[in-house]
């Protein structure tokens, strides 16, 4: 994560970084990794929610508010969604800005995913 989309400047980097830091701990993510990987601030997030949960994309959207260098895809699927629960939606996070979209790779879930409910299978 940087910043900026081309200012290198270490020190502004720095500050950036800790106040990504700071937001980070606002969240309760049940997998959270943050570090410098290949010299690049690097934060990933995980989880798998029971139920419906925004945390994830607020904390981008609150990245972007505070700087427009950070980039990355998010997937969500939420089967509880009645429009939908059958689709894996992607947030790509570029420039400031989260661009919502379907993921045609991993949708429709059933069957590209998993196989439908099967009574003939004991299902």
């Given at each position: 994560?940087?910043?900026?989309?081309?200012?290198?400047?270490?020190?502004?980097?720095?500050?950036?970084?800790?106040?990504?830091?700071?937001?980070?701990?606002?969240?309760?993510?049940?997998?959270?990794?943050?570090?410098?990987?290949?010299?690049?601030?690097?934060?990933?997030?995980?989880?798998?929610?029971?139920?419906a949960s925004t945390k994830a994309?607020?904390?981008?959207?609150?990245?972007?508010?505070?700087?427009?260098?950070?980039?990355?895809?998010?997937?969500i699927h939420d089967d509880e969604?009645?429009?939908?629960?059958?689709?894996?939606?992607k947030l790509t996070f570029k420039?400031?800005?989260?661009?919502?979209?379907?993921?045609?790779?991993?949708?429709?879930?059933?069957?590209?995913?998993?196989?439908?409910?099967?009574?003939?299978?004991?299902?």
């Open positions: 994560m940087r910043y900026h989309a081309h200012d290198t400047n270490a020190s502004l980097q720095n500050e950036w970084w800790h106040q990504v830091q700071s937001l980070l701990t606002q969240f309760d993510f049940p997998l959270k990794a943050s570090g410098q990987y290949n010299g690049l601030d690097t934060i990933h997030i995980a989880g798998h929610h029971n139920h994309e607020e904390f981008l959207r609150r990245i972007a508010e505070i700087a427009p260098g950070p980039y990355g895809i998010m997937h969604d009645p429009k939908s629960f059958n689709s894996f939606k420039r400031g800005k989260i661009e919502e979209t379907i993921d045609n790779d991993l949708s429709p879930y059933m069957p590209v995913l998993e196989d439908e409910s099967d009574e003939t299978r004991g299902d």
